[in-house]
């Protein structure tokens, strides 16, 4: 089975949005703000986009900022699949 | 373009102040020319606009010293910040506390929600009669709305004594620093919600201010639309700080109020408040014991607003700072100052006073200026 390309984040919200992009830049990590894609329906009109490396430190930082009302989809092709991140 | 005398010797700072940092028009005229719609999309020009924002949210945390940026909702001043916590919060079958040295951004909105109201009275220096707390509370007791800082008198309420008692006794507290922060130290462990202005102390554009909360509250929805989120929802999110920022937000006058409040706490609050006590001690002490001038306020506190507000026998107060404004090109604020029961406790309802307020922009020079003109104009 492919591995995703990258993972996209979702918020509740653009405020909590920029703060972990804030977050996740303060930590040295490549992240980019995105529109949020279309076939996903859940969360505010921007997200974040960073790569299959960085997504479990990326998930740890956020929780530690208390960031944890997100969503998580890995995109494989044109296609997001929601999931709960395991590095496992 | 005509906008009368601008160089003047200005001693309005508690009405807005005038002299800013240069970073703060600097940031103004950039985000007027280069950002987007803040929260809206993902391209340069409006996430640079969410992420200086944001910025603004930190520095203003930073300063009240609260670790969460997003505990800080932005509106146009602290009088819409008044009218919103209040409004939101306060139904018509409580009972609230407030005292006699509020402006009416407190006082109307307060009146407005048909709350039954009792006021902590003050002595004849303006000293809110703390002690009086216990014997006002009932069984309805739900909030206590008051000012950390008379903008009449300069004299700062012990807020922390206060917010002891309102955890106490289940009160929250909601409290006015619209004169305080960016003047004297603000904790934000001193009251449960706190309203704010940009454009005095903090250095920022007129039309920027804020609420900041220390936990969440149940606010009734106030304002509703776009948000850049939850587009398919009939209701605004409750959470902060989007129940509070409907619509476009003003990026240019937040770009420019990060600025200010970076200015702040790089210099720090404590150097700003020694300097200003320096100008208001030095302008107290050239005219205290001049005869018929009556200055008011508690000026042995260890700590105060850099305000010096009098009455000049024989003048009203309008009269006064015309006299200073024609004579002496000095200005000042005349009037009630939107404090109608504290003047009416001071009974100086009928003329009102003459409000000297100093910024850290001022000068040890101007001061001495206004000395001159008051001791001129008293000396008849």
Known sequence: ?88 | MGFGRICMIYFDNSATTLKKPSEVAEAVRYAINHFGNAGRSFYDASAAASREIYAARAEIAKLIGSDEPLSVAFTSSATESLNLVIAGLVRESDHVISTVLEHNSVLRPLYLSGCELSFMDCDELGSPDIGSLKSLINAKTKFLVCTHGSNVTGNVTDVRSLYEFCMANEITMILDIAQTFGSIPVDFDTADIFCFTGHKSLFGPQGTGGIITTRDFDFDIMKTGGAGHGSFQHFQSKNMPDIFEVGTLNSPGLYGLQKGVRYINELGIDKILEKTTRLMNLFYDGIVGLENVKIYGAFSESIRLPIVSLAVAGFTSPELAERLYKDFDIATRAGIHCAPLLHKRLDTADSGLVRFSFSYFNTEDEVESGISALREIAHG
Request: proline share 5%; with cysteine.
């Open chain 1, 1 to 88: 089975m492919d591995n995703p390309s990258e993972y996209v984040i979702v918020f509740s919200s653009t405020n909590v949005a920029i703060k972990a992009e804030q977050c996740l830049l303060e930590h040295g990590m490549k992240v980019s703000v995105m529109p949020l894609p279309s076939q996903i329906k859940a969360g505010c009109g921007i997200c974040l986009r960073t790569s299959p490396d960085n997504i479990s430190a990326a998930l740890e930082a956020l929780a530690n900022v208390q960031i944890s009302e997100i969503g998580l989809y890995a995109r494989k092709g044109s296609a997001y699949a929601k999931t709960d991140f395991t590095d496992g």
